[in-house]
């Protein structure tokens, strides 16, 4: 066992293993995907930092979830296009764990601004004359930030339990990325602590936040229902459903990936739920709010209108304001 273990100084990351013209079209079609990412969420960070109408606690929460999603590509998206054309280029030891490591924050970050943007409506519809109150930009701030520093701190836990682990020679990791379990099936030691603290790890930031954004649409959905206006009903729902698509196409995936059950090869589904986590949630995420929510899409035209005439200024709302 001696003889077969050594340091680890490089990872090969076999992603997927298909033809030459397939990989080609598909560094093509992702590098796509990419761009569309990177252009989406800094169009939306950049109409929430340019119309004044959009710095609300809502939008700045969404603002940095767009952060995130940009983070998140650029973390594995850059490393798997690489593989695409060079399978065989390896990756460093440290830079697969910095992979892991980043990974893993943002993922757990993203998880808690979504349940911040969800008590953030809960609040918006539920208690509509106590929100300035409630949600002033002391509270807004400390709750990004608490969710910076879980999602920093869990990810530590995991690294600080993965870095004493010794690894094999045989260092070809069946993933397009330097994900954790993967890179556990490579140790040659017990890892068995590491899967479970992965697993209470999954279990506490996506089953109990998951859970608690569910019961405040719960009362939210109870709250719109009571809303006599038609109007003010419309509002409550353009609000709502995009945050709700973004929920769903979240945590349904990765709760799928590290909660649910395994059927068939649990290794390659994993893999291929990632690769939609990690490219296609971050790409679609700005157009979801952008097709499904009025404030931005006024917001567009209204900072489209400002570039196209300069000297104008806007003195009268345009466009009705949504809850």
Request: hydrophobic share 50%; net charge positive.
């Amino acid at each position: 066992m001696v003889d077969n273990i050594t340091s680890i100084t490089e990872f090969i990351l076999l992603g997927f293993p298909l033809g030459l013209r397939i990989q080609i079209l598909l560094f093509g079609l992702f590098s796509l995907f990419y761009a569309c990412t990177l252009l989406g969420n800094g169009v939306i960070l950049g109409l929430i930092s340019l119309d004044p109408r959009l710095h609300t606690p809502m939008y700045f929460f969404l603002s940095h979830l767009a952060v995130v999603d940009i983070a998140y590509a650029c973390n594995t998206v850059p490393q798997m296009l690489v593989n695409l054309l060079k399978p065989d280029k390896p990756i460093s030891f440290a830079g697969c764990l910095t992979q892991t490591f980043l990974f893993l924050t943002f993922a757990v970050t993203e998880c808690l601004l979504l349940v911040v943007m969800s008590y953030d409506r809960y609040v918006a519809i539920c208690h509509p004359l106590r929100y300035s109150a409630i949600m002033n930009w002391r509270i807004c701030i400390t709750l990004v930030l608490t969710s910076w520093t879980i999602g920093v701190l869990l990810s530590l836990i995991h690294l600080i339990l993965l870095l004493p682990l010794p690894f094999c020679r045989f260092q070809k990791i069946n993933h397009f990325f330097c994900e954790i379990m993967a890179v556990l099936k490579l140790a040659c030691a017990d890892t068995h602590i590491n899967e479970i603290v992965v697993l209470a790890g999954a279990i506490s930031v996506l089953v109990g936040p998951f859970t608690s954004i569910v019961i405040s649409y719960m009362c939210i959905l109870c709250a719109i229902l009571r809303i006599q206006s038609g109007e003010g009903q419309r509002k409550a729902f353009s609000t709502c459903s995009s945050h709700l698509c973004v929920v769903g196409l979240f945590y349904g995936t990765a709760i799928i990936m590290y909660v649910g059950p395994r059927y068939g090869n649990p290794n390659e589904q994993k893999k291929y739920l990632l690769l939609f986590h990690s490219l296609f949630n971050p790409m679609l995420n700005p157009l979801i709010y952008s097709l499904r929510n009025l404030e931005v899409k006024n917001a567009l035209k209204r900072v489209l209108l400002r570039l196209k005439n300069p000297r104008d200024s806007v003195k009268h709302s345009l466009f009705p304001e949504s809850i």
